[in-house]
């Protein structure tokens, strides 16, 4: 198979959320999307930290889907034949998740790829703690909205109106779903105020940038995810489960 990897008690497992011994495991390399932002490059450099420090048994690399570098391409070729499997930093399926990853990996038989962030409690969890940390000791908010890319796949816009659907169950409230387009300023004006931005984005960069500006004077906006407990585990979730999948599955052949 492709990864020989055995199933253990709960008490061996420790942390493995699919109750996988996490030793002498492949690679984990994180795929973030890249911005030009040096705040938001600084908050992912921070989250791969974070995730070493949390798992210090496992080797994680980081690598970039566009604007910044390395490249996915460039770190798999300096890891070589090692066992990996890529966990995209990625809230919905788009383009990067169903067409770029999966091209080039295509003829990579010691890569898989895991599952993308969104949707998942954990990661709306994070989201609404951000939201609660920009109205907190503030009157309520009338209206939550949660706002993020806009896309032209429908598999997104599924996954996107699912994730406002989950903060709707975590807050007990109708949670409005806008994309980040030139409208959201006018949508967000439209909404009953006061008005809480829960920010469907997981660092600083130019969507932020613009979230920020159409909720200027109109609504109180929850920061981008960062580094949070929850997308850390999230992020070892789907590598376990990426395991767990295929820990049974026979090499694949190149060609």
């Known amino acids: 198979s492709w990864l020989a990897c055995r199933p253990v008690t709960a008490e061996v497992a420790g942390s ?5 011994a996490m030793h002498d495991q492949p690679v984990l390399l994180i795929a973030a999307h890249g911005t030009a932002s040096p705040t938001g490059t600084a908050t992912t450099r921070a989250l791969l930290d974070a995730v070493r420090a949390a798992h210090r048994e496992l080797t994680v690399e980081l690598c970039f889907l566009d604007v910044a ?13 090692r066992p990996t499997i890529v966990v995209p930093l990625q809230l919905t399926a788009g383009y990067h998740v169903l067409t770029d990853i999966p091209a ?7 890569v898989r790829v895991a599952g993308h962030l969104g949707p998942d409690p954990l990661l709306l969890r994070a989201v609404a703690d951000r939201l609660t940390e920009a ?3 503030r009157p309520p ?4 909205a949660l706002v993020g890319v806009a896309s032209s796949r429908d598999s997104a816009r599924a996954e996107f109106a699912a994730a406002a ?24 004006r439209d909404l009953p105020r006061p008005v809480g931005v829960a920010t469907y984005l997981l660092a600083e960069g130019t969507f932020a940038d613009a979230v920020r500006q159409a ?3 109109v609504a109180r906006m929850g920061l981008p995810v960062g580094v949070h407990p929850a997308l850390i585990q999230l992020i070892i979730n ?12 026979p090499t694949r052949e190149v060609r």
């Open 141 to 144: 908010a009338a209206s939550i």
């Open 165 to 188: 659907g989950l903060l709707a169950e975590m807050l007990g409230r109708r949670v409005e779903a806008l994309p980040i387009d030139d409208d959201l300023a006018v949508r967000l």
């Open 16 to 20: 493995s959320p699919v109750g996988v």
């Open 238 to 249: 789907r590598y376990a489960t990426a395991i767990s999948d295929n820990a049974d599955e």
């Open 215 to 217: 909720a200027a004077g």
């Open 135 to 137: 109205v907190k000791a």
């Open 104 to 110: 080039i990996v295509s003829e990579r038989a010691s």
């Open 69 to 81: 570098r390395p490249s996915l391409a460039e770190v798999l070729d300096t890891l070589g034949p």
